[in-house]
Structure formats: structure tokens, C-alpha cells
């Protein structure tokens, strides 16, 4: 749907830079057609790439109508209903269609081959085909736009869900189809991980980006289809009245919560991990260093994803459990905190003596630093129940979640567009501009986010229409700031747009980077590499020559 | 025919490594509705007992003897392929087939038993003898369960189906039948998601 429009104007007769009689790259060749049948890994990502941009737009003008109904204590733009409908569809979007996908199917599918030196995935149809599913689900999940919106919030809690009289049904199901899609990528890229590396690529090798992805993939196959199955029982509740979760036929709500989060959790991590993957790679890159405990950044990733499924519990400290499960629950969520710490100071060790600098793919690594160490210490405070029971369900909780979940992938992502953009289409952006959507982005979202902090320490529940008026001026300025962090976005999307159909040609190798998939040429070749390659030097050799 | 894999042994390796992730992710399917069933079951306990037997022991156990017959075929099948005895393997998932038919109907003859008492899922169910919430659960549970596993039985067996079809018309060899290998993997999982529901639905009492 949006792929052609991506193979924008090249001129052919440019005179060629370091690649003389450089074979075709792979955005070249082919109609409409071939790019739509494709099997190549990285047209595949290209068009991920339009579609969860899209995605992203769309979750963005939603949050920006949510933050303007919020600027006055009563009614400002739209009803109570049309508000619950839009903070539905806002969650379900961000989480679902951007956050989740974004980073593993568009950076991962177009990387990860050629970090492996390989020529694709391992399942290059299947690949195709996730696209496709991820399409379906989309359009399923939009359905309810048409059908008059949903309205249970994107947690689809029970009895709520399975009583209300909007289109939570189609949702569900949408949902349930997009996680198809997650379980097909995961299953492709751990294989690929595991049958794909060209000779002389051990595992400890391996760029840490295809650490995080193959964590990723492991809760995207174990978890996914918990939560597929459960959102196939609160629909057939509704359809077919089966009163597994509905108390009012005999369910019990409490068992939805257990299911939804035992996915929903560890969801978190699916967010999180490629996030941590690009920032290793963000840090060596433009310190000029290899990471300061290679070992240590991967095996937290894998640490992360195992105890990520122990941890679910934490989202019920009010909703009746025992103290004792609490306090395990509680206890078990910090040792994600410990995992995490790991890479944190792994990641500013990196830093030491190395020669920094500070193009804006590294500015987004201190913004995701900063966003991540404040919400990761706001989350063990929330992992205590004895607070939880204070900010639950409050703005806190939604600045905390919005700090570490969207502020991490947000700036991750961005930092992987700007860092990756040369490899992806050949061109380069330009660096001021970046520069001032990067600090522009970064100035909105705390703006818009650290209000909510002290909103929902003051007591204001999240999801609230109307408010007291001693809360406004907090609320302006998360209004305010959020419409900052969508300037920066649209200068985003300008700068980039522009760097896509007018930016300088570049090298292969724009950054002096050392990790593999820079040996391919920049855009690569549809076959990735001209010649087998053959490893012979770790991902972050900055000692060698390159 | 590898594709743009190294060698074919890398290939099958890679094929037999996604089968095995993709049957994991369907114990974990199948794993969220064992987990509804044991936070029924301690809820509801007694009720789960009385309900489960009423449940025919007989045709359970049929189905579980029909089910592990079919797994030995499958299993025969792949042997005999290896061994290329293609006809052979071709032959025997046939007979896995009609196994899976089987099943199908044994449980076709349950579903309609149950229909004529009035055990229906949801609030659908009005049995007489069993007018308890526990045991509306349980039957609820029980159609769940069965449902999804039955399709499973269908996917399998159509899976089954198509790979017996071309080994018959000598689209196979001795060393070449991997969709084969991978469809008989299926074939056992689906066995083996029964031999879990088996003692769940008609034993534990």
C-alpha cells in the first residue's frame, strides 16, 4: 500500500561514488507488482515501514484530540463516549500496530539477514506473508472505526468488555490476527538466528541488535498465543454468551486479568528489547567503542525475556491477590529492574574513552537513556505494592508506562531510522535539521509526560473525561507538550522525507561502523553481498582497521 | 531446490526448527485454556467431578486408542519414506486419515448425545440433572477444548491429506519428503494435546 511511493526519484546517471558498476540495489527493478509479491527481506521492510508509520500517525492524532479534550476540566472537543472510543483506539494502535511490530519487522527484517551475512531470512514466503496477516489485522482492528468504535480500553477488561455495546468484538479479533503475524516473524528470525550465520559468525559474534531480536522472538512465540486465545474467549463471550470470564454468567474477571497480562507483560519486552538492541549498537557506533561487557548486554537481554514471563502479577497488587503472591509478584518484577541496571551502566561504561560523538542517531541514545533510567526507577517503585496501591490506576501509572515503554521504542526507533537510514535507501539526512527534531521530540515528551507524574500522584485517575479544576494547569501543560513532541515528529517525517528524495548520495559506510551488515554496499544489492562473506572479526573491532 | 540455504540438511534443519517453534506456540494456545480450566477446577471442584463423569469414559477412550493407532501410522509412514517406500507411506497416512475420520465421528456421536440432554456451552446449557454453574463451566470448558483440538484434527488431517497425495504420485524420495516429516510432526502433537485432554475431561473423577 504505501511501497511504491518509497522508490522515489534516483537519478540513474549520478555519477557513481565508491561503487563503480555497483550491481542494481534492491529498490530498483520491478513494478507495483514485484514489490507487492516480493520475498526480499528488505522491500518486506520497506513496506513495514510505510504501514507502521502509518500506524504511528495514526495513534498520534488520536493521543493529539485525547490531550486536547483534556485541556479544560469539562467538555472540550468531543462527548464522554467519543473520548473512551479515541483512548481505546490510541492504546490499541500504539500498542498493537507500531510499538510491537515497528522495530523488529521493519529494522529487523531489512538487518537481520545482513548481519547474519546471509541472502534472506530463513522463510522468505512466510516473511511475505506476516506482511500481509499484519495488513489483515490491521483492517480488522480498524473495522470498529466503521462499526462505531470500542470503547473497553485497550486492556479489554472483563466484565467491562464483554458487556459493552461497542465493537469490542472486532477488535478482538483484529488483535487476535495481528499476533499471527507477531508469532510468524518471531518463528522466522529465530531460525533464521540459528540456521542462517555465514561461516566463521559464532554466536558471540553476532551483532547485540540480533541478541535482542532472537529475545524478542522467544516471548513473541511463547506469549502471543495466550493472549490470542484470550481475546478469542472475551469475543465468543459476547457472541455465544460462554460465560468463561463474565460474572454476570458464572466467569470470573480475575482470570482474564491473569491471562491478559501473562501475554501483556511480557508484550513490554517485545516492546522493549529490540529498543535496548538498537541503542548497543547506537553507542558503539558513535563512541567509537566496542561495548563495555558484550556478555553482559547479551545475556540481560535473554534474562529480561525469561523473567519477563514471571512478573504478570504486578498488574493485579489491587485487584485481589494474596499479599504473599503480591510481595513474590513485587519482588520477582524488580529483578527486571536489575536485568535492565545491567545494561544501563553497561551502556555508560561504553562510553568511557571512547571517542564520542554526537550525530543524531547518538542524541536519541542519551534521550532514550534519560527516558528509560526515569521510567525504569518509576517502575520498581510501582513493582511495590504498598505504593501500587497508591498509583494504581492513575496518571502515574500512564506517565510511567509512557516513559519506559513509548519513550524507550519512540527514541529507539527514531535512533534507528536516522542510523540506519543511509543503509536502508543510500542517502543521507541532514544533521541540523535531525538535530533540532531530535531535541524537539525529546523537550515534548517530557513536557507532555512529567506533568502526568505528579497529576497521578495528586490522585487523578487515568482515563477520566472531566477533571477538578485544580488539575488544569497540569493538564495544559501535557497539551502543550505533547503538541510539541508533534511538531517534532512532523519535522521528523519533513527532514526525513526530504533526505528520502533530495538528500546526498553516500558512501557504504557513512559512520566508520564496524558491524556486518555495513559491508554490504549502500542501498545494498538484492542478493546482500557480492561474494560469500566470511567472519573474521567481532561486530565491534574498533581497534582494526576497518 | 535449497533455495538460498547452504546445503539441504541446513534447509531441513531450518524446516524442522520453525515446526517445532510453531507446535510451541500452539501448546501455549492450547496452554491458555488449561489454565482457564485449572482456575475453573479450583473453583468449582465438585461440580468439575460430577460433570466430568458423565462424560462417556468409553468413547474417550476409544478416541484416545483411535488417536495413538493413527500417531503409530504416521509414524510407520515416515519410516517407510525414509526407507523409500514412498507407495507405502503414501498408503498408511491414508489409514491415519480414516483414523482422524474416526475420531471425528466418535465425537460427532458425544456432541449429539450431549445435544439431546440439553448440555449446550454458555447459557445455551440447560441440563436438568446438572443445573449447577460449576458444571456449566465444565461443558462449556469441555466444548472449548474439544472444538479447538478438533480443528486441529481437520488441519492435520488435510495437512496429512495433501503430502500422502503427492507421495503416491512419486512426488517424494527417499531423501526428499520434508513437508511429509513435518505434517507427521503435526500429526503427533494434535495426538499428543489429546492425551492431556483425555484424563482432564473423562478421568478425573
Given at each position: 500500500m504505501?511501497?511504491?511511493?518509497?522508490?522515489?526519484?534516483?537519478t540513474?546517471?549520478e555519477?557513481?561514488?565508491?561503487?563503480?558498476?555497483?550491481?542494481a540495489?534492491?529498490?530498483?527493478?520491478?513494478?507495483?507488482?514485484?514489490?507487492?509479491?516480493?520475498?526480499?527481506?528488505?522491500?518486506?521492510?520497506?513496506?513495514?515501514?510505510?504501514?507502521?508509520?502509518l500506524?504511528?500517525?495514526?495513534?498520534?492524532?488520536?493521543?493529539?484530540?485525547?490531550?486536547?479534550?483534556?485541556?479544560?476540566?469539562?467538555?472540550?472537543?468531543m462527548?464522554?463516549?467519543?473520548?473512551?472510543?479515541?483512548?481505546?483506539?490510541?492504546?490499541?494502535?500504539?500498542?498493537?500496530?507500531?510499538?510491537i511490530?515497528?522495530?523488529?519487522?521493519?529494522?529487523?527484517?531489512?538487518?537481520?539477514p545482513?548481519?547474519l551475512?546471509?541472502?534472506?531470512?530463513?522463510?522468505?514466503r512466510?516473511?511475505?506473508?506476516?506482511?500481509y496477516?499484519?495488513?489483515?489485522?490491521?483492517?480488522?482492528?480498524?473495522?470498529s472505526?466503521?462499526?462505531?468504535?470500542?470503547?473497553?480500553?485497550?486492556?479489554?477488561?472483563?466484565?467491562?468488555?464483554?458487556?459493552?455495546?461497542s465493537?469490542?468484538a472486532?477488535?478482538?479479533?483484529?488483535?487476535?490476527?495481528?499476533?499471527?503475524?507477531?508469532?510468524m516473524?518471531?518463528?522466522?528470525f529465530?531460525?533464521?538466528?540459528?540456521?542462517?550465520?555465514?561461516?566463521?559468525?559464532?554466536?558471540?559474534?553476532?551483532?547485540l541488535?540480533?541478541?535482542?531480536?532472537?529475545g524478542?522472538?522467544?516471548?513473541q512465540?511463547?506469549?502471543?498465543?495466550?493472549?490470542?486465545?484470550?481475546?478469542?474467549?472475551v469475543?465468543?463471550?459476547r457472541?455465544?454468551?460462554?460465560?468463561?470470564?463474565?460474572?454476570?454468567?458464572?466467569?470470573?474477571?480475575?482470570?482474564f486479568?491473569?491471562?491478559?497480562?501473562?501475554?501483556?507483560?511480557?508484550a513490554?519486552?517485545?516492546?522493549?528489547?529490540?529498543?535496548m538492541?538498537?541503542?548497543?549498537?547506537?553507542?558503539?557506533?558513535y563512541?567509537?567503542?566496542?561495548?563495555?561487557?558484550?556478555?553482559?548486554?547479551a545475556?540481560?537481554?535473554?534474562?529480561?525475556?525469561?523473567?519477563?514471563?514471571?512478573?504478570?502479577?504486578?498488574?493485579l497488587?489491587?485487584?485481589?491477590?494474596?499479599?504473599?503472591?503480591?510481595?513474590?509478584?513485587?519482588?520477582?518484577?524488580?529483578?527486571?529492574?536489575?536485568?535492565?541496571?545491567?545494561?544501563?551502566?553497561?551502556?555508560?561504561?561504553?562510553?568511557?574513552?571512547?571517542?564520542?560523538?554526537?550525530?543524531?542517531p547518538?542524541?536519541?541514545f542519551?534521550?532514550f537513556?534519560?527516558l528509560?533510567?526515569?521510567?525504569?526507577?518509576?517502575g520498581?517503585?510501582?513493582a511495590?505494592?504498598?505504593?501500587?496501591?497508591?498509583?494504581?490506576?492513575?496518571?502515574?501509572?500512564?506517565?510511567?508506562?509512557?516513559f519506559?515503554?513509548?519513550?524507550?521504542?519512540?527514541?529507539?526507533?527514531?535512533?534507528?531510522?536516522?542510523?540506519?537510514?543511509?543503509?536502508f535507501?543510500?542517502?543521507?539526512?541532514?544533521?541540523?535539521?535531525?538535530?533540532?527534531?531530535s531535541?524537539?521530540?525529546?523537550?515534548?515528551?517530557?513536557?507532555?509526560?512529567?506533568?502526568?507524574f505528579?497529576?497521578g500522584?495528586?490522585?487523578?485517575?487515568?482515563r477520566?473525561?472531566a477533571?477538578?479544576?485544580?488539575?488544569?494547569?497540569l493538564?495544559?501543560?501535557?497539551?502543550?507538550?505533547a503538541?510539541?513532541l508533534?511538531a517534532?515528529?512532523?519535522?521528523?517525517?519533513?527532514e526525513?522525507?526530504?533526505a528520502?528524495?533530495?538528500?546526498?548520495?553516500t558512501?557504504?559506510?557513512?559512520?566508520?561502523?564496524?558491524s556486518?551488515?555495513?559491508?554490504?554496499?549502500?542501498?545494498?544489492?538484492?542478493?546482500?553481498?557480492?561474494?560469500e562473506?566470511v567472519i573474521?572479526?567481532?561486530?565491534?573491532?574498533?581497534?582494526?582497521?576497518? | 531446490?535449497?533455495?538460498?540455504?547452504?546445503?539441504?540438511?541446513?534447509?531441513?534443519?531450518?524446516?524442522h526448527?520453525?515446526?517445532?517453534?510453531?507446535?510451541?506456540?500452539?501448546?501455549?494456545l492450547?496452554?491458555a485454556?488449561?489454565a482457564?480450566?485449572?482456575?475453573?477446577?479450583?473453583e468449582?471442584?465438585a461440580d468439575?467431578?460430577?460433570a466430568?463423569s458423565?462424560?462417556?469414559i468409553?468413547?474417550?477412550?476409544?478416541?484416545?486408542?483411535?488417536?495413538?493407532?493413527?500417531s503409530?501410522?504416521?509414524?510407520?509412514?515416515?519410516?517407510?519414506?525414509?526407507?523409500?517406500?514412498?507407495?507405502?507411506?503414501?498408503a498408511l497416512?491414508?489409514?491415519?486419515?480414516?483414523?482422524?475420520?474416526?475420531?471425528?465421528?466418535?465425537?460427532?456421536?458425544e456432541?449429539?448425545?450431549?445435544?439431546?440432554s440439553?448440555?449446550?456451552?454458555?447459557?445455551?446449557?440447560?441440563?436438568?440433572?446438572?443445573?449447577t454453574?460449576?458444571?456449566?463451566?465444565?461443558?462449556t470448558?469441555?466444548?472449548?477444548?474439544?472444538?479447538?483440538?478438533?480443528?486441529?484434527?481437520?488441519g492435520?488431517?488435510?495437512?496429512?491429506?495433501?503430502?500422502?497425495?503427492?507421495?503416491?504420485?512419486?512426488?517424494?524420495?527417499?531423501?526428499?519428503?520434508?513437508?511429509?516429516?513435518?505434517?507427521?510432526?503435526?500429526?503427533?502433537?494434535?495426538?499428543?494435546?489429546?492425551l492431556?485432554?483425555?484424563?482432564?475431561?473423562?478421568?478425573?473423577?
Amino acid at each position: 500500500m504505501t511501497a511504491p511511493s518509497l522508490t522515489l526519484p534516483r537519478t540513474v546517471e549520478e555519477p557513481p561514488l565508491l561503487a563503480p558498476a555497483a550491481p542494481a540495489d534492491y529498490l530498483h527493478g520491478g513494478g507495483v507488482r514485484s514489490w507487492l509479491l516480493t520475498r526480499d527481506h528488505k522491500r518486506i521492510a520497506v513496506m513495514f515501514l510505510g504501514a507502521t508509520s502509518l500506524s504511528l500517525l495514526l495513534g498520534g492524532i488520536l493521543a493529539l484530540l485525547l490531550r486536547v479534550e483534556l485541556l479544560t476540566p469539562g467538555p472540550t472537543i468531543m462527548s464522554a463516549g467519543a473520548y473512551n472510543r479515541s483512548f481505546t483506539m490510541h492504546g490499541i494502535v500504539m500498542v498493537f500496530m507500531f510499538m510491537i511490530p515497528a522495530i523488529p519487522t521493519v529494522f529487523g527484517n531489512f538487518l537481520l539477514p545482513l548481519m547474519l551475512g546471509a541472502r534472506d531470512v530463513a522463510f522468505p514466503r512466510l516473511n511475505l506473508a506476516s506482511f500481509y496477516v499484519y495488513l489483515l489485522g490491521s483492517a480488522i482492528t480498524l473495522t470498529s472505526l466503521v462499526a462505531g468504535g470500542a470503547d473497553m480500553g485497550w486492556t479489554f477488561y472483563v466484565p467491562y468488555s464483554t458487556t459493552s455495546p461497542s465493537a469490542v468484538a472486532n477488535v478482538a479479533f483484529g488483535v487476535f490476527v495481528l499476533g499471527l503475524s507477531s508469532v510468524m516473524t518471531g518463528i522466522n528470525f529465530i531460525v533464521t538466528v540459528h540456521t542462517m550465520r555465514t561461516a566463521g559468525l559464532s554466536w558471540h559474534r553476532l551483532p547485540l541488535f540480533v541478541w535482542s531480536l532472537y529475545g524478542t522472538s522467544i516471548i513473541q512465540v511463547l506469549a502471543t498465543p495466550v493472549l490470542g486465545m484470550s481475546l478469542l474467549l472475551v469475543a465468543a463471550d459476547r457472541l455465544f454468551g460462554i460465560g468463561i470470564f463474565d460474572p454476570a454468567l458464572g466467569g470470573d474477571p480475575l482470570l482474564f486479568q491473569h491471562l491478559f497480562w501473562f501475554y501483556s507483560h511480557p508484550a513490554v519486552y517485545i516492546m522493549i528489547l529490540p529498543a535496548m538492541g538498537v541503542i548497543s549498537e547506537v553507542v558503539c557506533v558513535y563512541s567509537r567503542n566496542p561495548p563495555a561487557s558484550y556478555r553482559a548486554i547479551a545475556y540481560s537481554s535473554l534474562g529480561i525475556a525469561l523473567v519477563g514471563f514471571l512478573t504478570w502479577g504486578h498488574h493485579l497488587f489491587v485487584a485481589g491477590m494474596s499479599l504473599f503472591d503480591g510481595a513474590v509478584f513485587g519482588v520477582l518484577s524488580m529483578f527486571v529492574a536489575v536485568f535492565s541496571a545491567i545494561k544501563v551502566f553497561t551502556w555508560t561504561a561504553t562510553l568511557r574513552r571512547g571517542s564520542v560523538s554526537f550525530e543524531t542517531p547518538m542524541l536519541y541514545f542519551f534521550w532514550f537513556m534519560f527516558l528509560f533510567a526515569f521510567g525504569g526507577m518509576t517502575g520498581v517503585a510501582v513493582a511495590t505494592s504498598s505504593l501500587d496501591i497508591h498509583w494504581h490506576d492513575t496518571y502515574f501509572v500512564v506517565a510511567h508506562f509512557h516513559f519506559i515503554m513509548v519513550g524507550g521504542t519512540l527514541t529507539a526507533y527514531l535512533a534507528a531510522l536516522h542510523y540506519w537510514f543511509p543503509k536502508f535507501f543510500g542517502r543521507r539526512y541532514n544533521e541540523r535539521w535531525a538535530t533540532i527534531a531530535s531535541v524537539t521530540v525529546f523537550v515534548g515528551f517530557v513536557l507532555t509526560f512529567v506533568p502526568q507524574f505528579l497529576l497521578g500522584n495528586a490522585g487523578m485517575p487515568r482515563r477520566y473525561y472531566a477533571y477538578p479544576p485544580e488539575f488544569q494547569w497540569l493538564n495544559v501543560l501535557s497539551t502543550g507538550g505533547a503538541s510539541i513532541l508533534a511538531a517534532g515528529m512532523l519535522l521528523t517525517l519533513v527532514e526525513l522525507g526530504y533526505a528520502l528524495a533530495a538528500g546526498p548520495r553516500t558512501e557504504r559506510n557513512p559512520w566508520g561502523s564496524r558491524s556486518y551488515e555495513w559491508l554490504s554496499a549502500s542501498p545494498p544489492p538484492t542478493e546482500n553481498f557480492e561474494n560469500e562473506l566470511v567472519i573474521a572479526r567481532g561486530p565491534y573491532d574498533y581497534h582494526l582497521p576497518e | 531446490m535449497e533455495g538460498h540455504f547452504e546445503s539441504v540438511e541446513r534447509k531441513a534443519e531450518a524446516a524442522h526448527l520453525g515446526m517445532w517453534l510453531f507446535l510451541a506456540s500452539e501448546v501455549l494456545l492450547f496452554g491458555a485454556l488449561f489454565a482457564v480450566y485449572s482456575g475453573c477446577r479450583v473453583e468449582f471442584g465438585a461440580d468439575f467431578v460430577v460433570a466430568s463423569s458423565h462424560n462417556s469414559i468409553a468413547i474417550g477412550t476409544t478416541n484416545t486408542f483411535v488417536l495413538v493407532t493413527s500417531s503409530l501410522c504416521a509414524a510407520l509412514a515416515v519410516h517407510g519414506a525414509r526407507s523409500g517406500h514412498l507407495r507405502r507411506a503414501a498408503a498408511l497416512l491414508g489409514v491415519t486419515v480414516l483414523f482422524g475420520l474416526a475420531f471425528l465421528v466418535l465425537k460427532g456421536v458425544e456432541y449429539g448425545e450431549h445435544f439431546q440432554s440439553g448440555i449446550f456451552p454458555g447459557s445455551h446449557y440447560h441440563y436438568a440433572e446438572l443445573p449447577t454453574h460449576g458444571a456449566n463451566a465444565f461443558f462449556t470448558l469441555y466444548y472449548l477444548m474439544t472444538a479447538l483440538h478438533g480443528l486441529h484434527v481437520t488441519g492435520g488431517m488435510l495437512a496429512l491429506g495433501v503430502v500422502g497425495h503427492r507421495a503416491w504420485r512419486g512426488g517424494y524420495s527417499a531423501e526428499r519428503h520434508l513437508p511429509l516429516e513435518l505434517s507427521v510432526l503435526y500429526w503427533h502433537l494434535v495426538d499428543v494435546i489429546w492425551l492431556f485432554l483425555w484424563p482432564l475431561l473423562y478421568l478425573m473423577h
